[in-house]
């Protein structure tokens, strides 16, 4: 199964761990209408500041990603 199915970011690991997973799974295609990634589902400014982001940073984006994965076509 995919890393977007699997993490949790709230989950009592996660939340304890200093290291978060990159929700990237090698499909990088931008959606026009929605400005984030049809693969991972990162917006721009959430992609290239990633790497230098906190581990709370990359939570909060974990949990826009799960918003972002069941919104409607």
Known sequence: ???LYE??????LA???SEVPSPC???????EERK???????SIPELTAWSTASADS???VWREIKQRMFVSA
């Open 36 to 42: 984030w990634c049809s693969g991972c589902f990162r």
């Open 7 to 12: 993490y949790d970011p709230d989950s009592p």
């Open 25 to 31: 799974i090698g499909i990088c295609k931008m959606d």
């Open 58 to 60: 990359k939570r909060a």
């Open 1 to 3: 199964m995919s890393i």
């Open 15 to 17: 939340m304890s761990a």
